[in-house]
């Protein structure tokens, strides 16, 4: 596609719930980025997918995060028994590895766990 | 450690004043230096960015940075302020190894009419 496309654009689920996000990223792009954003604050590294090589997770905030990349292109992070704290906005980006490009970013989807 | 210091939340400035938002890195070798503007309830859009040559860069709205390697820093800048620029504005930095991102935390900037 033309950019980074994150689904879905919302979501709300009740405290306890699994949830899956998804992201495509721009067709070629090797590497993928997701990142949580609170209300108007910084980014949080969240884990990194480099090619074929095994991803960065030093970011997940607990075992409850985890993210695959399948084929290499796109990726999904899941939320297990989300809480409160897990509101957020979640940020994808993808970039064309080894090239001194700057990283394209998705509109995001915005949790809210009730 | 790699980081990312944008020093002010936030940054006032009247309409038609030059601005300046202020980011410093520590990030080994020479990396990659970028600045990006996020709009409410929207996702982040590239600016600028510098990767070799002039130290002074300019890219999209009229903006422009100036990469100081000395003093580690990329600040960006704008001679003219204008309402529409009020955003919330990352720095990030890309390490040429890894080619891993680092951002800073952020910062939001007010132009007042």
């Known amino acids: 596609g033309a950019g980074v496309s994150q689904s879905p654009s919302n979501k709300v689920t009740e405290k306890g719930k699994d949830v899956e996000l998804r992201c495509d990223p721009i067709?070629?792009?090797?590497?993928l980025y997701w990142y949580r954003q609170s209300l108007g604050q910084g980014l949080e590294f969240l884990i990194y997918?480099?090619?074929?090589?095994?991803?960065?997770k030093s970011g997940l905030p607990s075992d409850r995060f985890s993210a695959e990349r399948t084929g290499g292109s796109v990726s999904t992070l899941t939320i297990q028994r989300t809480q409160q704290e897990d509101s957020a906005v979640y940020l994808c980006?993808?970039?064309?590895?080894?090239?001194?490009?700057?990283?394209?970013f998705g509109q995001g989807t915005r949790l809210t766990v009730v | 450690a790699q980081s990312v210091a944008q020093p002010e939340d936030q940054v006032n400035v009247a309409e038609g004043n030059p601005l300046t938002v202020k980011c410093t890195y520590s990030?080994?070798?020479?990396?990659?230096l970028f600045w990006y503007v996020q709009y409410p309830n929207r996702g982040l859009q590239f600016l600028l960015k510098?990767?070799?040559?002039?130290?002074l860069v300019k890219g999209s709205y009229g903006f422009e940075a100036e990469f100081n390697k000395s003093q580690t820093s990329f600040h960006l800048k704008k001679p003219s302020a204008l309402v529409s620029d009020s955003a919330l504005y990352f720095c990030?930095?890309?390490?040429?190894?890894?080619?891993?991102?680092?951002f800073g935390s952020g910062t939001k900037l007010n132009v007042k009419p």
């Open positions: 990030a930095v890309r390490d040429r190894r890894f080619n891993k991102f680092y």
């Open positions: 067709s070629g792009h090797t590497a």
């Open positions: 510098y990767i070799t040559g002039d130290n």
């Open positions: 997918f480099q090619g074929n090589s095994a991803p960065d």
């Open positions: 990030v080994s070798g020479n990396p990659y």
């Open positions: 980006a993808s970039i064309l590895q080894g090239l001194n490009t700057e990283a394209f």
